[in-house]
């Protein structure tokens, strides 16, 4: 039986641990080769050993304004075309406003917002030449509530999904999907940052969501028939209290 995304070439950011990489095992699963981008190069090395030759490994550090530049090219000499482009790769700034380190704001917001803007400009050329594509964002239940314990955090995902509501209609038009996942509270590092009180109370109540169950929404969204698209989806623990 022929797998959903045989045939096709994905490229995921922050692709090492957490969303990106369960995003990565899923698209594998389903038969894609996936570039998996990221500024770990002995964790990218290590998974591409478990996960095997389909598994491309891609050294970037996308706060690196020049390296970040070649990400598109890069992508292409390791696997000639483009079809998936998974923009995860974040950071976390949480708690009070007053008490955040402002150079930590820079890098979240340049990473958050910044360099997803600048990956997206640069895929889209190549799956406009080809009539086809899918993009798929790592937003967060944060885009969609103004969550008060996480102002700064926040505001660069309530940014991005504009960005991808925007551009979405801007690109239709070329065959290409773009969308957004936006899941609540998800095990992964990022979790570190938050209030360790919030944090507790979270796990006590069964309300985090496991990193692989976002790559099979994830799958699911590129797995819809063309003419469907998934803009938005928003992943909550059943048991979650706003």
């Not at 998996?36 to 030759?53: F, Q, S, T, W």
């Not at 340049?110 to 799956?127: F, Q, S």
């Not at 944060?142 to 955090?153: I, K, Q, R, S």
Request: glycine share 8%; with cysteine; proline share 5%.
């Amino acid at each position: 039986m022929a797998l959903p995304l045989q045939g096709k070439v994905a490229a995921i950011t922050g692709a090492a641990s957490g969303i990106g990489l369960a995003s990565a095992e899923a698209m594998l699963a389903a038969g894609a080769r996936v570039v998996m981008i990221d500024r770990d190069a002995l964790r990218l090395a290590a998974l591409r050993e478990r996960l095997g030759e389909h598994a491309l490994p891609l050294v970037i550090d996308l706060l690196d304004a020049t390296a970040c530049k070649t990400l598109m090219p890069r992508v292409l000499d390791l696997a000639g075309q483009l079809d998936i482009f998974h923009a995860n790769a974040g950071l976390y700034v949480g708690g009070d406003l007053i008490d955040a380190d402002v150079d930590a704001i820079d890098r979240m917001l340049n990473l958050n917002v910044n360099v997803v803007m600048k990956n997206v400009h640069d895929v889209l050329p190549h799956m406009i030449e080809r009539g086809s594509g899918d993009i798929v964002v790592t937003s967060s239940l944060a885009a969609h509530y103004p969550t008060p314990w996480e102002p700064v955090y926040a505001s660069s995902k309530w940014a991005i999904d504009c960005f991808v509501q925007t551009v979405r209609r801007q690109v239709f038009k070329h065959g290409i999907r773009v969308g957004a996942i936006s899941p609540g509270p998800v095990v992964t590092a990022l979790l570190a940052d938050w209030p360790p009180e919030k944090l507790r109370q979270a796990r006590e109540a069964g309300s985090l969501i496991e990193a692989r169950e976002v790559g099979e929404v994830v799958l699911f969204m590129l797995t819809r028939p063309r003419g469907m698209t998934i803009r938005d989806v928003v992943m909550l623990p059943t048991h979650f209290d706003l």
